[in-house]
């Protein structure tokens, strides 16, 4: 009688076809990849401007490549018609309405020719970087992927502030130290809360990543950015509850201890100018904030309805006004104002709140993400939060930081109501 082979065991059936299902799998999850790589470069390029780190890379041309690999994931991404449509979404009707005014108020602007060049240089990409990652990230791993990229690359830049020594931390043409300060901010809780949900190396790489991000605010010296982060650090931890308060507080020490161990006494006695603002010249001086406020209200009060030309603000304090020291306007709120008129204030300050208004959405406790997905929105909401404080003294209006974080909470949204839908038919079945 023939023996008979004894069955195998249930775990390496398992492992069996486990790897089956990854080799047939495999050629699609390569694909996958090569699809994500378009919106990933276009945030290393557009965002962390790694671009600009050194003159090899500048001489390269990176940025249209990156738009051509781009338009290439575009095309070979496989868009799932459950999904809800990219024009269904509010915030992309408020953007496009916004590029509408845009470019209404070139015609009349203070100088046409600059606010054109401007326009043409910085919306089409940034319209990219929007659709590409609208239409490519179509699942929760590829989200978290996607911020990995982020964190990544901004952590490389905040690996150069070890290099800079008695002067405040800058690279590229494009970010001075106080812009850069917003970028580190912005990123920080996106870098916490991916430590959070990650392990092994993942989760060893992403905490180094927080770590040097946080050093890398204190080498901006950039006072902005470090009353922005004074908010945001501590909301973002404590908003952990799987940390608790104690652990919390602890991580918060901890991170006042890397504050005083890499701050210079020049660096601290800026720092100290906050506790005596009126002292400082952005309160005593022509050139300083409070009169730049000033004067930027004055200019879109007398240009309120197209206001003075995309990306104008500069010139029209240079050019119309008595003490104009050609700046910029040091206020995002102000900039969008003054230069596209109470309807592009009134629209941006619509795409801020229904960005809110979606990421709230999805960060109950009856949303139909993965658990990892729901802790790591805190660190987005966190990430707005950071941007609007920070943007308070600062010319971003137009930051890809912002559009990213819009973009984000877009992208959550549908995979939100993605899952909803499947898991109502799985009940049906």
């Known amino acids: 009688m023939p023996q008979i082979a004894p069955a195998a065991p249930a775990s390496i059936t398992s492992r069996r076809s486990r790897t089956r299902r990854l080799k047939s799998n495999a050629p699609e999850a390569l694909l996958n990849y090569c699809v994500l790589l378009g919106p990933g470069l276009l945030l290393v390029i557009n965002v962390a401007r790694i671009q600009e780190l050194h003159p090899i890379l500048a001489g390269l041309h990176l940025g249209a490549i990156t738009g051509l690999i781009s338009l290439l994931a575009i095309f070979a991404a496989k868009p799932d018609k459950?999904?809800?449509?990219i024009m269904a979404f509010t915030q992309t009707k408020i953007?496009?309405?916004?590029?509408?005014?845009?470019?209404?108020s070139i015609p009349g602007a203070v100088w046409p020719g600059a606010s054109f060049r401007s326009f043409m240089t910085g919306v089409p990409i940034k319209c990219l970087l929007f659709y590409a990652m609208l239409r490519v990230v179509q699942k929760e791993e590829d989200f978290i992927l996607l911020n990995r990229v982020l964190v990544y690359s901004v952590s490389l830049v905040a690996v150069l502030s070890f290099f800079t020594?008695?002067?405040?931390?800058?690279?590229?043409?494009?970010?001075?130290?106080?812009?850069?300060?917003?970028?580190?901010?912005?990123?920080?809780?996106?870098?916490?809360?991916?430590?959070?949900?990650?392990?092994?190396?993942?989760k060893i790489s992403s905490t180094i990543c927080t770590?040097?991000?946080?050093?890398?605010?204190?080498?901006?010296?950039?006072?902005?950015?470090?009353?922005?982060?004074?908010?945001?650090?501590?909301?973002?931890?404590?908003?952990?509850?799987?940390?608790?308060?104690v652990k919390a507080l602890a991580m918060i020490g901890v991170i006042v201890v890397l504050f005083f161990a890499f701050v210079s006494e020049s660096q601290m006695e800026r720092?100290?100018?906050?506790?005596?603002?009126?002292?400082d010249y952005n309160y005593t001086s022509g050139g300083g904030r409070i009169e730049i406020w000033k004067r930027g209200m004055n200019i879109y009060l007398e240009n309120p309805i197209l206001g003075i030309g995309f990306d104008g603000f500069v010139n029209a304090d240079g050019t119309q006004h008595q003490?104009?020291?050609?700046?910029?306007?040091?206020?995002?709120?102000?900039?969008?104002?003054?230069e596209l008129g109470t309807g592009g204030l009134v629209?941006?300050?619509?795409?801020?709140?229904?960005?809110?208004?979606?990421?709230?959405?999805?960060?109950?406790?009856?949303?139909?993400?993965?658990?990892?997905?729901?802790?790591?929105?805190?660190?987005?909401?966190?990430?707005?939060?950071?941007?609007?404080?920070t943007a308070m003294f600062l010319s971003q209006a137009y930051s890809s930081v912002f559009l990213y974080l819009v973009v984000c909470t877009m992208i959550l949204s549908r995979i939100n109501i993605m899952n909803r839908k499947a898991s109502g038919t799985r009940r049906e079945k």
């Open 347 to 389: 629209l941006f300050l619509a795409l801020i709140y229904t960005s809110y208004k979606e990421l709230y959405s999805f960060m109950r406790k009856d949303s139909f993400l993965q658990e990892k997905v729901k802790t790591f929105s805190i660190g987005l909401e966190a990430s707005f939060h950071a941007y609007v404080i």
């Open 211 to 245: 770590v040097l991000i946080v050093i890398g605010i204190v080498s901006t010296v950039s006072r902005g950015a470090f009353i922005s982060i004074c908010i945001v650090a501590p909301y973002t931890l404590l908003r952990d509850k799987t940390l608790g308060k």
């Open 323 to 338: 003490y104009g020291a050609w700046k910029t306007a040091h206020n995002f709120l102000i900039q969008i104002a003054a």
């Open 165 to 202: 020594t008695g002067k405040r931390f800058n690279v590229g043409s494009t970010y001075d130290a106080n812009d850069l300060g917003l970028i580190f901010c912005s990123v920080f809780p996106l870098s916490y809360y991916l430590s959070r949900i990650s392990t092994g190396i993942s």
């Open 271 to 279: 720092f100290s100018t906050i506790l005596e603002p009126t002292e």
């Open 82 to 85: 459950t999904l809800k449509p």
């Open 95 to 104: 953007y496009i309405m916004l590029i509408a005014i845009a470019l209404l």
